[in-house]
């Protein structure tokens, strides 16, 4: 205030030729691939944005496809110039750089970033205008590819089908062809569940004006092969969110938790298998011995963790989260610390169950064809059989996908119906054999049909 204005601007010039160097008339942003904690979604743009802009100078290109994209993926290199115009005038390079550091015991952390140099005098132009557009462009060709990914996490080791390599989570593409057409399921909760997902994501102004995080959580209980991992792929390909797989086993303190977390990114799915038996060992969790899963101080031990664990998400998305969903699955609700349970916790249970007429026609209809209008004469039988057995949709379609002929995939379907109905009537108390139940435990990984490379045997 003190100093008139033509004054200030002069002083401002003088600054400014005395510090900037001499020659260059070059301003240079650097793009780092993090801010602070967080992704930083300027360099998650342009990774994308730039592949649409790679000229004849470049001399470096990583290639990829993944099995079910249709397109080969191109990335810049290392080290390797993109250049781009904007505006008519602007000119601008695009460098990719990483940097490998070695850190304590055989640990090594990557830096990577963008350098964005362009003329010094178009800098409010690059800020207000440019960076814009690239992040709108990005979204853009984001939508248009539509590759709805699964993210694992693993400390060691870091596997990338794709080039986005991203330092806590691996990715692939997730090719689980669940959609809610191919679920079977009551057609009136099928018709709950999306409508709840729509009115989520169409709320954004409403969770604003409320004050509340952008999230939406869910509890998918139900036997073993029902379809909690099959219903989680579904939701992931409706609405082209993300799967982020959090196997809470992996994580050894509440630092790298929170590290974790942060590092998911928006209009994404965290989801936590199996929570009633998260605190066993990955290694064991296959065995028979799933009877005495209860000693006292290990379920407690659980408890905080979980408990824990949804406040502290809570927080951390209050302020930083948009469009996220987080499910937890489980075979055993009653197993849970009612304080999950508690309404506002999960806004919403989903019990999958076993498989009614409704789901077996669904299946049907999937994996033989078979219509309403077309109807074999072994369906009337099988739906008798279905409405008084404890049989999965797993189970169902394992059946149907024996044969290409509708024949012989039913009478199969049938009699493992009347050799269920037959068990079942010997042993009226027991359970599904855990030996059966085990078979489907290998949540939405096994689903993809690939083996990630630190998954265990
Ligand atoms: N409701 C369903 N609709 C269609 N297919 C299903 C359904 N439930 C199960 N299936 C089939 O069975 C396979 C296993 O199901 P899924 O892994 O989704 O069960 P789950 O409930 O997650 O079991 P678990 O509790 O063992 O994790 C799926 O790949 C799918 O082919
Ligand atoms: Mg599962």
Known sequence: EFIPAPFRSYIYKALNYLFAPLFSRDLTLVVDELSGMTRNQVYDAA???????????????????????????VAIDKDEEVSDTFDGAVKLKWRFISETKKGKNDSTSERRYFEL??????MDKVISSY??????????????EKAVKLYTRHLWMRYNDDDVANSEWGSVNLEHPSTFDTMAMDPEMK????????????????????????????????PPG?????????????????????????????????????????????????????????GNRDSDSDSDLDSDSDSDRSRVTLSGLLNFIDGLWSSCGDERIIVFTTNHKDRLDPALLRPGRMDLHIHLSYCTTAGYRILASNYLGIQENNRHRLCGEIEGLIESTEVTPAEVAEELMKSDDADVALQGLVNLLKSKKAESKKKETSLPSVKKQQRHKKGIKKLLHIRLPWSKS
């Open 131 to 144: 960076l814009p557009y690239v992040l709108a462009q990005a979204d853009a060709i984001k939508a248009e």
């Open 226 to 282: 029902t379809g909690k991992s099959s219903l989680i792929a579904a939701m992931a390909n409706y609405l082209k969110f993300d799967v982020y797989d959090l196997e809470l086993t992996s994580i050894y303190s509440d630092s790298q938790l929170k590290k974790v977390l942060l590092s998911t990114t928006n209009r994404s799915i965290l989801v936590i298998e199996d929570i009633d038996c998260c605190r066993v060992d990955v």
């Open 47 to 73: 990774e994308v944005y730039l592949r649409t802009k790679i000229g004849p100078h470049t001399e470096r290109l990583r290639v990829s496809k993944a099995p079910r994209k249709k397109n080969i993926g």
């Open 117 to 122: 140099t362009f003329r010094r005098k178009y």
């Open 191 to 222: 018709k709950m569940i999306l409508e709840d997902l729509e009115r989520f994501v169409r709320r954004k102004e409403f969770y604003k004006k409320v004050g509340k995080a952008w999230k939406r959580g869910y509890l998918l209980y139900g």
